[in-house]
Nanobody, 115 residues
Framework: QVQFVESGGGSVQRGESLRLSCTSS????????FSWHRQRPEKEREFVAQ???????YYAAVTEGRFTVTRDDSESTAYLLMENLKPEDTAVYYC?????????WGKGTRVTVSS
């Protein structure tokens, strides 16, 4: 069973920033690809960003250069820094871990951006 914890959601104003975190055990973290998806109100879940074990990082076009994914090995944590947030970024953000060929979803953390 892969366990991890998401945190960092909240309510902010347009233009502000939030950093989401996804923390697992050290043994899991080093061998896992971390991804972030989001589900906006009345929309399908969509890909946001991904950080692979080989250092490759991918972003969806919707991030428009405003989002940054990083990994901190010492903390066994992956981060999604979201800057210059817009109301259309309002969504539940899900961390996902791909480990040993299986994908696991977190419970999600809500981000609300008001204008």
């Amino acid at each position: 069973q892969v366990q991890f914890v998401e945190s960092g959601g909240g309510s902010v104003q347009r233009g502000e920033s939030l950093r989401l975190s996804c923390t697992s055990s050290e043994s899991i973290f080093r061998l896992s690809t971390f991804s972030w998806h989001r589900q906006r109100p009345e929309k399908e879940r969509e890909f946001v960003a991904q950080s692979s074990t080989n250092g490759e990082i991918y972003y969806a076009a919707v991030t428009e250069g405003r989002f940054t994914v990083t990994r901190d090995d010492s903390e066994s944590t992956a981060y999604l820094l979201m800057e210059n947030l817009k109301p259309e970024d309002t969504a539940v953000y899900y961390c996902g871990i791909t480990y040993a060929g299986e994908h696991y979803w977190g419970k999600g953390t809500r981000v609300t951006v008001s204008s």
